[in-house]
């Protein structure tokens, strides 16, 4: 169980040895990144250097290395499938910043703010090929199918999100089923390639899927928590950017479910985008805190870490499985 593999408290938690433990991997990675983002076009490798040198956590391409560590895999296939799962991603993210008409990412201005809605949304294109062009590259069918299944559902879950933006009858269970698709089925991809690689069989593809799935939605339910979270500082992007989208992420919900007649019609106006000024965020912010929203967010999202842990605790006790353990961790407790 979870509990026999815990290994410190929550709050001390830290990227930090999976950091370590993948460093080498990731020169390798960043390497390949580099190169493949490049093109005869300069606008292409400003705009996608603009965001991969934004300095994101880079959380995604680590979990494969950190997967082929824990199969004490010996080979190299994983660095070019890691930069396939940060392209991504990436790509992910210059689409959903067009669509959300986000201002900041990464602690600074969006690249749709510095180069334009038109060039984002091609620049990504261009990286969703640049992954293709890598997965084709490393020759496996079944690497292929896991990671272009992955993009369909990440797409199907941006779509889903986007028809359940400002309805106020999304259930939880709908939400989850959402950030399963849009933010999940990434981590869990990145995650069961590295069993592909390694040639391990189908069981162990499973637990490393399952836990890649489970701390992807608990690493997108903490993102949920830290956008309405009044003790929270500066997160990378602007505060309240959910609230201001019609956003129904998980405080919302329970805020919602549980206030009172009156508070409800307040989420309906802010939902519905004529609520959204400074102190209607403030009020927001608020009644989440009346709700214990935030807290019950988060308690959500140790679930699915703890979940994580579990799927991982009968590999064998190394540094690679205590780093994916604490990672977990991390998941739910940064306030970033």
Known sequence: MSATVHTLPRSEASLGPILSLTADGMNQVNSIILDRMQSKIPLIPALAGHLIAGGGKRLRPMLTLASGALLEYGGTRHHKLAAVVEFIHTATLLHDDVVDGSDMRRGKQAANVVFGNPAAVLVGDFL???????????????????LSNASAIIAEGEVDQLTAQRQLETTEERYLQIVGAKTAALFAAACRIAAVVAERDQDTEEKLDAYGRNLGVAFQLAD????????????????????????????????????TDEERA???????????????????IKLIAKYDAVNATRERARHYADRAIDAISGFPANAARAAMIEAAQFAVARRF
């Open 224 to 259: 949920d928590a830290i956008d309405y979270d009044s003790e929270v500082g500066e997160s990378g992007k602007d505060k309240g950017d959910d609230f201001r989208e019609g956003k129904m992420t998980l405080p919302v919900i329970l805020a919602y479910a549980r206030g």
């Open 266 to 284: 307040f989420w309906t106006d802010a939902m519905k985008g004529k609520r959204t000024s400074d102190e209607d965020l403030a009020h927001a």
């Open 128 to 146: 969703f090929s640049r992954s293709f062009e890598l997965m084709t590259e490393d020759g496996s069918i079944k690497v292929l199918k896991i």
